[in-house]
T-cell receptor, first 113, second 113 residues
């Protein structure tokens, strides 16, 4: 049982390049989330999807787009990467019956130069 | 809106000493409360959670936390710290199964011999 799987684990981008971070969960959870983690800032919510077919903005959505491809997969896209998007990105999932308890992937460390 | 405050950015304790990490939350009703731990380069792992009932909850790795409604606190404790406990600890609050958790900024724990 893999839980939440993120790819890639590491990525270096040049300013202006685009890329998509992939996330898949095998726990049949309805809700999925993308957070970014920066030193001293904790985890900040970028986007979330409460169920298949729905997405909502979080605290820091600017510069990102998301797609809830199906119940398992939730991708995060950077259309034109900026150095301010250098961060560690975490995908998580949860199920309402578990009262919001989130299960996290191992993270993607992204550097934009 | 919910919020979580972790007053201590960095704490250093000696191996074998006791530990208390502070967490204060802001939420109108009874919150769902969580503590997560993040080892270097890893994702977040759930230590323990409080939903209702007994205000003292036990978690993994010998950790416990006490919910105090009057103080809006959910402090994490461990009677005897081990070197392997060195990590970053995050407190989080949720209000239902469908909304994302709100995280504090984290407390980094260092353990010295």
């Amino acid at each position: 049982n893999a839980g939440v799987t993120q790819t890639p684990k590491f990525q270096v981008l040049k300013t202006g390049q685009s890329m998509t971070l992939q996330c898949a969960q095998d726990m049949n959870h309805n809700s999925m989330y993308w957070y970014r983690q920066d030193p001293g800032m904790g985890l900040r919510l970028i986007y979330y999807s409460a169920s298949e077919g729905t997405t909502d903005k979080g605290e820091v959505p600017n510069g990102y787009n998301v797609s809830r491809l199906n119940k398992r997969e939730f991708s995060l896209r950077l259309e034109s990467a900026a150095p301010s998007q250098t961060s560690v990105y975490f995908c998580a999932s949860s199920q309402p019956t578990r009262r919001g308890e989130a299960f996290f992937g191992q993270g993607t460390r992204l550097t934009v130069v | 809106a919910q919020s979580v405050t972790q007053p201590d950015i960095h704490i250093t304790v000696s191996e074998g000493a006791s530990l208390e990490l502070r967490c204060n939350y802001s939420y109108g009703a009874t919150p769902y409360l969580f503590w997560y731990v993040q080892s270097p380069g890893q994702g977040l792992q759930l230590l323990l959670k409080y939903f209702s009932g007994d205000t003292l909850v036990q978690g993994i790795k010998g950790f416990e936390a006490e919910f105090k409604r009057s103080q809006s606190s959910f402090n994490l404790r461990k009677p005897s710290v081990h070197w392997s406990d060195a990590a970053e600890y995050f407190c989080a609050v949720g209000d239902s199964g469908n909304t994302p958790l709100v995280f504090g900024k984290g407390t980094r724990l260092s353990v010295i011999a």
